[in-house]
Antibody, heavy 118, light 106 residues
Framework: QVQLQESGPGLVKPSETLSLTCAVSGYSISSGYYWGWIRQSPGKGLEWMGSIYHGGSTYYNPSLKSRVTISLDTSKNQLSLKLNSVTAADTAVYYC???????????WGQGTLVTVSP | DIQMTQSPSTLSASVGDRVTITCRASQNINDWLAWYQQKPGKAPKLLIYKASSLESGVPSKFSGSGSGTEFTLTISSLQPDDFATYYC????????FGPGTKVHIK
């Protein structure tokens, strides 16, 4: 059974870069599927940020494209998220997830809260 | 991007009720739609994909229908564990989630 676990700093200063990793167990990320990051601002809905295929092709939400980078580290079996020039509006719970290519998300991490504050 | 709307935004219901949630897309997404259930402090859980396909392990009281721009999620007999927020997601062009429908106890 695949499991995903997000980790990273819980507090980031405005204008800095938010960096998170998602450790995957029970499945080799280089074997297939589609891996994504989704965030949820406090009390708000879900926002898809972007996704990456096991081969490395990336797809980003147009509203975030200029600030977001998603990558895979097959040696560590993890995916990463970088979001630069953060503001308070980027405060959210960040989830990593897995699903069939360019489709829905079947498996989710528990999420990690990142607060953007001076 | 594709705009997703859901109605109602909140829904009061009793145990045993049949409830229906509607999701609309701003353009044709064929049947590229999923439904999720989310409880407070937890990650979303996939219920339905491709508009009407039940995810493995999800009780058959959940059902989805629709195509094009209008979709519905139906819970046939609401149980205490079903009180949660439900989101639709289109994956026809990139991905967009609806704003959610909170189902709470009447």
């Amino acid at each position: 059974q695949v499991q995903l676990q997000e980790s990273g700093p819980g507090l980031v200063k405005p204008s800095e870069t938010l960096s998170l990793t998602c450790a995957v167990s029970g499945y080799s990320i280089s074997s297939g599927y589609y891996w994504g990051w989704i965030r949820q601002s406090p009390g708000k809905g879900l926002e898809w940020m972007g996704s990456i295929y096991h081969g490395g092709s990336t797809y980003y939400n147009p509203s975030l494209k200029s600030r977001v980078t998603i990558s895979l580290d097959t040696s560590k079996n993890q995916l990463s998220l970088k979001l630069n020039s953060v503001t308070a509006a980027d405060t959210a719970v960040y989830y990593c997830a897995r699903g069939p290519p360019a489709e829905y998300f079947q498996h989710w991490g528990q999420g990690t809260l990142v607060t953007v504050s001076p | 991007d594709i705009q997703m709307t859901q109605s109602p935004s909140t829904l009061s219901a009793s145990v045993g009720d049949r409830v229906t949630i509607t999701c609309r897309a701003s353009q044709n997404i064929n049947d590229w739609l999923a439904w999720y259930q989310q409880k407070p402090g937890k990650a979303p859980k996939l219920l339905i994909y491709k508009a009407s396909s039940l995810e493995s392990g999800v009780p058959s009281k959940f059902s989805g229908s629709g195509s094009g721009t209008e979709f519905t999620l139906t819970i046939s007999s609401l149980q205490p564990d079903d009180f949660a927020t439900y989101y639709c997601q289109q994956y026809s062009i990139y991905s967009d989630f609806g704003p959610g429908t909170k189902v709470h106890i009447k």
